[in-house]
């Protein structure tokens, strides 16, 4: 019981924090100098996947395979084993050694696909693949992080066991944080020409600790009301 009160008050004390990245992060995008053609690809990429998702058969599967490596892969990095994973169209299971909240909820905000992405993205580059190969994979991420985002949110309108065994009022504001925090990450390595990650993570705190010292102000002069 007392986990799950302590686990409430982190979720409203992480609300800020949603708030005030996301206000970060609409500042940076309208305000960095972009790439000449990257936007252009990984939005490709984005419209491409979303064709699939709204006039043919939603990759439930792929989605459901990804979740339950991405449990497995958060249990081992976490010092951990895997006993056994099963996935199917109706769902899957993970047996895993090791649990916290981050192994729990890491398929949420983790987007397997779009990291795999990424990493070939970074050999591509290390390799001289030439601009041919690195536009394939800024097309493929762009359609891989938007599968996950959308199909994130399809399957948390269902009963998901993670989100109820972390209670959803801290669940949904921590999904949201690292997907926003994701999401400039990805702006930042492959779309935007001068963006600083550090200085947007710096930033995002700065105005999110802001909001919190606003709130607490306001409640305290309610309550002297």
Not at 58 to 82: D, M, N, R
Not at 181 to 187: D, S
Request: hydrophobic share 55%; aromatic share 16%; proline share 3%.
């Amino acid at each position: 019981m007392t986990k799950r009160i302590v686990k409430i008050l982190l979720g409203f004390t992480l609300i800020p924090f949603c708030l005030g990245f996301s206000w970060e992060f609409s500042v940076s995008v309208f305000s960095l100098v972009y790439k000449p053609t990257a936007p252009y690809y990984f939005i490709a990429g984005a419209l491409t996947y979303c064709v699939v998702h709204f006039l043919f058969k939603k990759p439930i599967f792929t989605y459901v395979i990804a979740h339950e490596l991405t449990h497995a892969l958060f249990a081992v990095i976490f010092g951990g084993s895997v006993k056994s994973l099963h996935a199917s169209e109706h769902g899957g299971r993970v047996t895993v050694t090791k649990s916290n909240f981050l192994i729990t909820l890491a398929p949420y905000f983790f987007p397997l696909y779009t990291v795999m992405a990424l990493l070939l993205y970074g050999a591509a580059l290390a390799a001289h693949a030439g601009d041919a190969a690195t536009n394939i994979l800024i097309v493929l991420s762009g359609a891989a992080f938007t599968f996950h985002i959308m199909l994130t949110f399809v399957f948390l309108q269902t009963d998901q066991s993670d989100i109820r065994e972390q209670g959803a009022v801290f669940s949904y504001p921590l999904i949201y944080l690292f997907n926003i925090a994701f999401a400039a990450l990805i702006v930042d390595i492959y779309l935007a020409r001068d963006m600083d990650y550090l200085r947007f993570l710096v930033g995002g705190i700065i105005r999110s600790t802001g909001m919190i010292t606003l709130f607490a102000k306001k409640a305290y002069a309610i309550i002297q009301r």
